[in-house]
């Protein structure tokens, strides 16, 4: 499946190097637009929200109709309360609740990484998840980490590559295909928020509605005011676990590979850890973490490598930008991913180069040259939560481990899911003394 994505990203590189280009997608007109002014000017528009249901149809399919696929007045009315619910500083113990799943994670990776590469990636993948779950559904009792009893991020994998297939399938393309294997994918992702819900209500009826209500009770709310049953309900909180699963734990295992492959930026990002922490092996607080500017520089690097390639929309009526019609109805991609390796824009464009992320390095480029949270009313409402998560993550590996690789940057291959995803991804974990 990558080489087919790969070939559709080449073509579309060669063909499409004006600011705003427009071709027949099958029957339906497409606009991409390439320009980073442009690209924030649609994240922005009011007329420009709509996800378009042939492209995100796919992942809608598997991932259920939570807040990520809805449109309209439903996803503004989800959209509102999630916002609240997963900035860190509403989040209460944030930071105690990371650092006791750290714990967790560590002790796992010291078993596991005895014996040769580690498969780092799932287990960020159970970790990220464990920490969504409790962090924002309140079930402190899932520890996936250690038992990952729902093998939630296999069958994810496996639905996501279906799901992507299924989209650039001719048959999808002219609207004749069955989506009924991504529907079965959907009844398997179910099982986990199910139990989460089922446990919610037990807990409502036990003690009566919470003080503070969390994610679990949005969808709950979201249930009564739809008449949805448990399944149906479970359908819309799968994709709050996926994106909570499936992003930033993709940007740590990415950043840490990175880091295994270019041993001198670990040795810089390890020395300002040294710098922070001393000897000292006590956790991070909040204070530390904004001090870690080097392996902030690194995070930002890999996710321009990893970061979602494309955002797609519908037009809801006409748009006028500059001397351009956007007709209503017209699907709108825009192609963040023509931009990420454009040498307009990057030094190095093809490396592995944190300093494209120093302040005057920021300052000299277009916004909307790397926006992987995009902009605007659907702009990602877990910036802050990610970064809070990831810095903490990484700097504690970073601390404990010294990473290598087998595999050289430049044989590294990626696969396409939420965001990109290191496919031949290879790291060797040793405790340092
Ligand atoms: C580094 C990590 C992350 C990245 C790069 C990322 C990126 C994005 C992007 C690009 C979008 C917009 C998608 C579009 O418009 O088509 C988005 C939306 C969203 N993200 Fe994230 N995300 C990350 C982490 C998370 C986490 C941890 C959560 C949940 C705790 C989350 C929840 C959501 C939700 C619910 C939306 C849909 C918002 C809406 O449509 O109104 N994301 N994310």
Redesign the pocket.
């Known amino acids: 499946m990558e080489d087919v994505v790969d070939i559709v990203i080449g073509e579309a590189r060669r063909y499409f190097n004006a600011p705003m280009n427009r071709f027949w997608f099958g029957p339906h007109l497409t606009i991409i637009a390439t320009d980073p002014g442009y690209i924030l000017k649609l994240l922005n528009h009011p007329l420009a929200t709509h ?1 378009e249901e042939f492209i ?1 149809g796919g992942f809608s399919d598997i991932a259920g109709k ?3 696929t ?1 449109n309209g007045d439903e ?1 503004r009315r989800m ?1 509102k309360d ?1 916002m609240n619910r ?1 900035q860190p500083k509403s989040l209460q113990g944030f930071q105690q609740l990371i650092t006791r799943r750290l714990a967790t994670l560590c002790s796992v990776l010291d078993s596991k990484s005895l014996a040769g590469p580690v498969d780092l990636p799932h287990y960020l993948k159970l970790f ?1 998840l464990d920490v ?1 779950i409790e962090s ?1 559904m309140g079930m402190e009792s899932i520890n996936e980490t250690e038992n990952n009893k729902y093998n939630f991020p296999v069958i994810f994998q496996r639905a996501m590559h279906d799901a992507v297939l299924f989209s650039i399938s001719a048959k999808r393309i002219f609207g004749i295909a069955s989506n009924k294997k991504l529907r079965d994918w959907a009844r398997l992702l179910t099982e986990l928020p199910k139990d989460i819900l089922r446990h919610r209500q037990q807990y409502i009826q036990k003690y009566g509605e919470p003080e503070k209500s969390n994610l679990a009770d949005l969808v709950l709310s979201t249930g009564k005011i739809e008449g949805l049953t448990l399944d149906e309900m479970s359908e819309v909180a799968i ?2 676990l996926i ?2 699963m499936d ?2 734990s ?2 740590m295992s990415t950043t840490l590979l990175m880091l295994a492959i270019h041993q001198n930026c670990q040795e810089r990002a390890y020395n300002e850890l040294k710098d922070i922490f001393g000897d000292s092996t006590r956790q991070p607080e909040e204070e530390d973490l904004k001090k870690m500017e080097y392996l902030d520089m690194c995070v930002n690097e890999a ?1 321009r490598h990893c ?2 390639p494309v ?2 929309r519908r037009v809801e009526d006409n748009i006028h930008l500059d001397d351009y019609v956007l007709p209503k109805g017209a699907i709108l991609f825009l192609g963040h991913e023509m931009l990420l390796k454009d040498p307009k824009y990057w030094e190095n464009p093809e490396s592995f180069y944190p300093e494209h992320f120093t302040t005057e390095a920021v300052r000299s480029r277009p916004k909307g040259a790397l ?4 902009a605007g ?7 802050a ?2 970064f809070q ?2 810095r903490n993550t990484i700097s504690t590996i970073l601390r404990r481990y010294h990473l290598s690789s087998l595999v050289k940057f430049e044989d590294l291959n990626f696969k396409f899911s ?2 990109k995803e290191p496919s031949n991804y290879s790291i060797i974990l040793k405790r340092r003394t």
């Open positions: 996800k995100y939570g807040v990520f809805r996803w959209r999630l997963v990220a969504v924002s994709d709050l994106a909570g992003t930033s993709v940007v996710l970061a979602p955002t797609a926006m992987p949270f995009n009313p659907r702009r990602c409402p877990a910036q939560y990610s998560l990831m939420l965001l």
